[in-house]
């Protein structure tokens, strides 16, 4: 099933049942008003609208209306955790390699995770609120999970079946905060603002052959300003799977329901299929000319990411995005 959120009902949104076509959709007010309802009983929850998207998709669900992607805010539009991982090597050993730095063993057994920007999610129209372009603002296109509660210490088995939700995100990232912070030794802070989510998150059973070792197979597509940017494939080069990733956050902590885990910015080791990131493209640009070409992102600029099916058909629906300066 697909579920989505809409704007109207309070910060946390009214939580939808959406259309496999993304046509249509549905209030599930009577099963959980809001998307972390649903997953604080999950068990009991999801095979209610189970049902309810069953009937959906069969055209008899009363009360559906015409999906306006415009209308939805972030499916999660505020969650207990977000935490991000950099689980694709090929852009860890670039980003390294163009700076003179070796790759740390340990990045090859133990996942580079960081706490991310959780209070609250763009939806996938939002504009992108920067106050300054010389933050060098980029897009992170990825992939992220939502589990319900994961018990401490929980296994990468255990924490398989810990995975509810599937979806994308778009990682904000300022990257002309990033190096001042970072000397600090204290992580991200100013240069992660909010991210935005993709319109609908999907139970894994959604995706077919594509999930598959707890990893989604398929290309993640973006585009700027219209311009195809990256079809880089989601499955190739991802060092450790959402399982594991998970695991590692759940080590010395239980994960609350409604936690998300992102896989990091999709790369491949084929620079062919194009970047998902611009400090990605700008850091492939250096090795092969000596410095970047590709500027970072300016007020006016549009982004779009979306993954499809082999069919062509939107999974998530597409985040569409433009940068936008800070109103005063």
């Known amino acids: 099933m697909k579920l989505g959120s809409l704007k109207e009902g309070g910060r946390d949104g009214t939580l939808i049942v959406v259309s496999r076509d993304l046509g249509t ?14 997953l604080d009983d999950w068990s009991n929850v999801a095979p209610r609208l189970n049902a309810l998207s069953g009937e959906l998709n069969a055209g008899k669900a009363a009360g559906a209306f015409a999906l306006d992607m415009t209308a939805l805010a972030s499916p999660l539009p505020r969650a207990y955790e977000f935490v991000d991982g950099s689980a694709y090597l090929p852009h860890v050993e670039r980003v390294r390699k ?3 730095a070796e790759v740390p063993a340990s990045f ?8 991310a920007t959780s209070a609250g999610f763009l939806g996938p ?56 912070e970072l000397a600090k030794g204290f992580g991200f802070l100013q240069s992660k603002p909010r991210s935005a989510l993709s319109p609908v998150l999907v139970t894994p059973d959604e995706l077919g052959e594509a999930w598959q070792g707890e990893k989604l197979h398929l290309p993640m597509r973006t585009w700027l300003n219209g ?3 990256g079809a880089a494939e989601c499955g190739v080069d991802m060092q450790f799977s959402f399982a594991q990733l998970v695991a ?23 620079t062919s299929l194009g970047a998902s990131c611009l400090a990605e493209q700008r850091t492939v640009e250096t ?15 549009t982004l779009r990411i979306e993954i499809t099916d082999k069919a062509g058909a939107s999974i998530f629906g597409a985040i569409e ?6 109103a005063r």
């Open 25 to 38: 959709a549905v209030k599930a007010s009577g099963i959980a008003a809001t998307m972390q309802a649903a």
């Open 227 to 229: 311009q195809w940017f």
């Open 287 to 301: 090795l092969r000319d000596g410095k970047p070409g590709t500027p970072f992102l300016k007020y006016g600029d």
């Open 108 to 115: 090859y057994t133990d996942p580079l995770m960081y706490q």
């Open 321 to 326: 995005q433009r940068i936008a300066p800070l």
């Open 125 to 180: 129209r939002d504009e992108v609120v920067v106050p300054s372009e010389d933050y060098g603002i980029d897009l992170e296109a990825e992939v992220v999970v939502v589990t319900d509660d994961v018990p401490m210490a929980a296994t990468p088995a255990e924490a398989a079946e810990h995975i509810q939700l599937v979806g994308l995100v778009n990682d904000v990232s300022l990257r002309g905060l990033i190096p001042g």
């Open 248 to 270: 590692h956050v759940a080590k010395t902590r239980p994960l609350t329901a409604g936690t998300i885990v992102g896989s990091g910015t999709i790369a491949n080791q084929d």
């Open 98 to 100: 163009a700076r003179g």
